[in-house]
């Protein structure tokens, strides 16, 4: 199991253009092909055949998403507009991280891992000394930096990417997210697998998170050096207040059990996104309701969603078949 989500996603046409309004088809892809098509012509490069894994706004103006065969999108006016940059690469493309409006970078199958100094007019290949898949991206600011891929993979530069150093783990694990916090970073996995480091990956901590083997892990965020979350396959939520040394499973009432590919911790709540188009909202006391409330956007979403950033108030997220939503955080 690793960030290649495709092996979840159920195939549906659906797209947003820009935060103006949503496109959807029916469940019937090959009869609204055409439809859909004619209607795209001359708004927003944006195809249904464009799956999207991963968006990250430097403000509330500039935002990157990124996908499939190489294909990098931008705004400048908070997503009324989104153009295609040049990657110069086919590789399918899974995490993206700036740090301002310049400074960006992006990885994917192979190794890849690509920069950005001027906002993305260029973008140019760093030696990752890797062929292994690298599914996500997050920088501190523009010199410190982390990857995390297959095989236990894990990646740190404090040069900008100019150099990588292999943090690995020796485990076969895939590794599909990882939080930063000061000099705090955690991963996670397959198998349940959760580390801790504190010194630049000189020394990782395997922390219990109290699931099972079966679990795989596919988001991790933090809001402090306490307080987290981690989200994965069929729904399943652990969370812990004590850094990770105790994590524990949060459980729902109402059955669900889409997977949870991506969670945002703000100051507002608690949110992930995931299969089947999910959006929901994970509340941290709920009495004796369920702890998971799911936020319906304005159309029916059938496409999984794969990836999620805030920006400014917004919180924006994107998926299968060129899908961009926008909601307030």
Known sequence: MHKFRGLFFVVVILLMLGAAGIYGSTDNPQHESSKIETELKGRDHITYRDDLYDIDFADADYGWTIGCWGRIFHTKDGGKNWYPQNSKVDNYLYSVSFTDRLNGW???NYGTILHTKDGGEIWESQKSGTEKHLFEVEFLNKSEGWAVGY???ILFTSDGGKTWQDKSIKEDIAFNSLSLLGEHCWVVGEFGAVYHTTDKGEHWEKQNSGVGEDVSFFGVDFSNSSEGWAVGLEGTVISTKDGGKTWLQVSDTNG????????????KGVFGVGGRGSIIEIIANPGDGSPFKKIVPDTVVFSSLAGACIAGESIWTVGYHGTILKFHN
């Open 106 to 108: 992006i990885v994917g």
């Open 151 to 153: 095989w236990g993979l």
């Open 256 to 267: 669900f059990k889409d997977s949870i590919f991506d969670i945002l911790v703000t100051d």
